[in-house]
């Protein structure tokens, strides 16, 4: 199948969105990974979180460059190349994984659009961001996965979508949500770029 979306950014950075049609064994014959990732493998029980992780460490190693992929996770949770200082970010869903990476902090998340987040709406959205993007499944999932893409990029935990996270414009023409990160003893704003693929939102965010 061939890559859903490709794009090559400054710094030094590349995204890549794949649809997911292949078998498990598809990827066991194109994944060249590291010993400790193939046990981190063999402990997901579930059929489609199998394929999904697959997926997601193939859209990983082209973005990589890697001959032979090896990540690993630092206290937080955040996965690093090893021997390679450019950060990454990865992301699946049901049908669609997605990978990043870059010579400066990134996050990409891609979601499935649907009426669950219909229900989490008030928890990570202020009412002023409801009116600036509306209430459709549409909008508030792209919310949701933009917030994920900036939750990523800075890689720590007890971040809080709705308090720390704000969006603050929608410039429908450049396919950008301005988001506003605010931190103990700073804050940054952030362009999150994303795109609508069939069923799915795909966001992403570099550190400028």
Same mark, same amino acid.
């Given at each position: 199948?061939?890559?859903?979306?490709?794009?090559?950014?400054?710094?030094?950075?590349?995204?890549?969105?794949?649809?997911?049609?292949?078998?498990?064994?598809?990827?066991?014959?194109?994944?060249?990974?590291?010993?400790?990732?193939?046990?981190? !493998?063999?402990?997901?029980?579930?059929?489609?979180?199998?394929?999904?992780?697959?997926?997601?460490?193939?859209?990983?190693?082209?973005?990589?460059?890697?001959?032979?992929?090896?990540?690993?996770?630092?206290? !937080?949770?955040?996965?690093?190349?090893?021997?390679?200082?450019? !950060?990454?970010?990865?992301?699946?869903?049901?049908?669609?994984?997605?990978?990043?990476?870059?010579?400066?902090p990134v996050g990409v998340d891609v979601e499935v659009v649907s009426q669950r987040v219909q229900r989490i709406k008030?928890?990570?959205?202020?009412?002023?961001?409801?009116?600036?993007?509306?209430?459709?499944?549409?909008?508030?999932?792209?919310?949701?996965?933009?917030?994920?893409?900036?939750?990523?990029?800075?890689?720590?935990?007890?971040?809080?979508?709705?308090?720390?996270m704000v969006i603050e414009v929608q410039d429908l023409d450049a396919s950008q949500l301005h988001v506003r990160l605010?931190?103990?003893?700073?804050?940054?704003?952030?362009?999150?770029?994303?795109?609508?693929?069939?069923?799915?939102?795909?966001?992403?965010?570099?550190?400028?």
């Open positions: 199948m061939p890559f859903a979306h490709t794009l090559a950014f400054e710094p030094a950075g590349e995204l890549v969105l794949w649809q997911i049609n292949e078998t498990p064994a598809w990827y066991f014959d194109n994944l060249s990974l590291s010993k400790a990732m193939w046990r981190e !493998f063999h402990q997901i029980t579930a059929q489609s979180m199998r394929v999904q992780w697959l997926a997601s460490r193939f859209a990983l190693q082209q973005v990589a460059k890697a001959a032979d992929l090896d990540v690993h996770k630092d206290h !937080f949770g955040k996965p690093h190349l090893v021997n390679d200082s450019r !950060f990454i970010s990865i992301s699946h869903c049901q049908g669609y994984a997605a990978a990043i990476a870059a010579e400066a008030d928890r990570f959205l202020s009412a002023n961001e409801q009116a600036l993007l509306g209430q459709t499944d549409a909008a508030l999932m792209l919310a949701w996965s933009a917030k994920e893409s900036v939750y990523k990029m800075h890689g720590e935990k007890k971040l809080l979508f709705k308090e720390q605010l931190l103990p003893a700073t804050e940054q704003l952030l362009r999150v770029r994303y795109q609508f693929v069939n069923d799915c939102v795909l966001s992403w965010v570099v550190l400028d």
